[in-house]
């Protein structure tokens, strides 16, 4: 049994929070899963980098792409969600844990179609300021929908 442990940036200084829940969770079973590293995690975890692309025409191709396939506009780019469940494969991860509601919508069709169970860990922006928008209320939709238990 492992645990994959996603957040969008897992260098971010004031969420230290996040890189306990990685040490402390499931020791020696989790691997972590960064939407947007600035580079190499300081982390001796098996880890996992989506790459993006560049803001050019090709990414407003891929955000529309992926607001059309999975109904949320930051999901990841098909070809890194691949790349993402053959990660989670290589480590047999058997549940992801989402800290916060859009890095559950970012992950949700991948955790779907690789079925493997989605828990998702609401920290407070993306809760209650976030939830106002009219694209993310969709997504958090489709996320409630999908998701297995939210904390």
Do not use: W
Not at 46 to 71: D, E, N, Q, Y
Not at 76 to 96: D, I, K, S, Y
Not at 131 to 150: E, S, V
Request: proline residues 5%; glycine residues 8%; positive net charge.
């Amino acid at each position: 049994m492992t645990l994959a442990v996603a957040t969008h940036n897992p260098d971010a200084v004031a969420e230290t929070y996040v890189r306990q829940h990685m040490r402390l969770i499931m020791p020696g079973a989790t691997v972590g899963v960064g939407l947007a590293c600035s580079g190499e995690p300081d982390t001796d975890l098996p880890f996992f980098c989506v790459r993006r692309a560049s803001r050019s025409p090709i990414r407003k191709l891929a955000t529309l792409g992926a607001l059309l396939r999975t109904g949320y506009s930051a999901a990841l780019p098909l070809g890194e969600e691949q790349r993402l469940a053959q990660f989670l494969r290589t480590h047999n991860v058997t549940a992801v844990l989402a800290e916060f509601g859009t890095t559950g919508c970012a992950l949700r069709t991948v955790c779907e179609r690789e079925r493997i169970p989605l828990f998702v860990n609401f920290h407070g922006l993306d809760a209650t300021v976030l939830g106002r928008r009219r694209d993310i209320r969709n997504a958090y939709r489709l996320l409630a929908r999908d998701a297995k238990k939210f904390f």
